[in-house]
């Protein structure tokens, strides 16, 4: 039996409308989400203050125990209203403690110390710690320079790519009172960028 060339040019011309149809429902689809939802990477946190959004991406390569730590507490709200206790003007902000001394941390336990070689740059983001290497908990800082001197000394985390403009406008404390602000700064919230709103 011979078959048809105009049914295959018309079962050909129905299935390309077919998938320009798909496509544009999918393109449409897309366009509905937020900007955030569209652009979000796995390990992104999305911290807010009420300068605007700092865009963290962790590195559960460099760190993984900690980073595994920061999302449960972020995934918590566990950071949201927290304050930037310890902000020192050309090296760092530090936040994480929800008592604002820097003293305090979560009801999770401490994380053994993941020290690398990667070093601190301008927007690195570290955890902070005691004496103890092994002491970090909830507490974290961003730096706003260069710090080598933290090199291979305390865990990073992550990096920040995107608001460092914001990240340079929060509350600077006393270098005499070693950072301490009055008055502090606060995450107004922290989310993990997928499912963030």
């Given at each position: 039996m011979k078959r048809s060339t105009n049914a295959v040019a018309s079962f050909s011309y129905r299935a390309r409308l077919r998938a320009i149809a798909g496509?544009?429902?999918?393109a449409l689809a897309l366009s509905a989400l937020p900007a955030s939802a569209q652009t979000a990477k796995p390990h992104?946190?999305?911290?807010?203050t009420k300068d605007g959004r700092v865009v963290i991406q962790l590195r559960p390569d460099l760190a993984p125990?900690?980073?595994?730590q920061i999302e449960a507490l972020t995934k918590r709200g566990f950071y949201d209203g927290i304050v930037f206790h310890r902000v020192i003007d050309g090296f760092m902000a530090q936040t994480g403690d929800p008592t604002g001394t820097g003293m305090g941390g979560s009801d999770l336990p401490n994380i053994p110390a993941?020290?690398?070689?990667?070093?601190?740059?301008?927007?690195?983001?570290?955890?902070?710690r005691s004496q103890n290497p092994n002491s970090a908990n909830s507490q974290f800082f961003i730096t706003f320079a260069d710090a080598d001197f933290l090199n291979g000394q305390y865990t990073v985390v992550g990096e920040v790519v995107?608001?460092?403009?914001?990240?340079d406008k929060i509350k600077k404390g006393s270098k005499a009172d070693n950072g301490t602000v009055t008055s502090p700064d606060k995450i107004v919230k922290m989310q993990m960028a997928t499912g963030a709103k």
């Open positions: 496509a544009a429902a999918c992104q946190v999305f911290l807010d125990k900690h980073v595994a993941e020290f690398t070689k990667t070093p601190f740059k301008r927007g690195t983001v570290g955890m902070a995107s608001g460092m403009d914001v990240v």
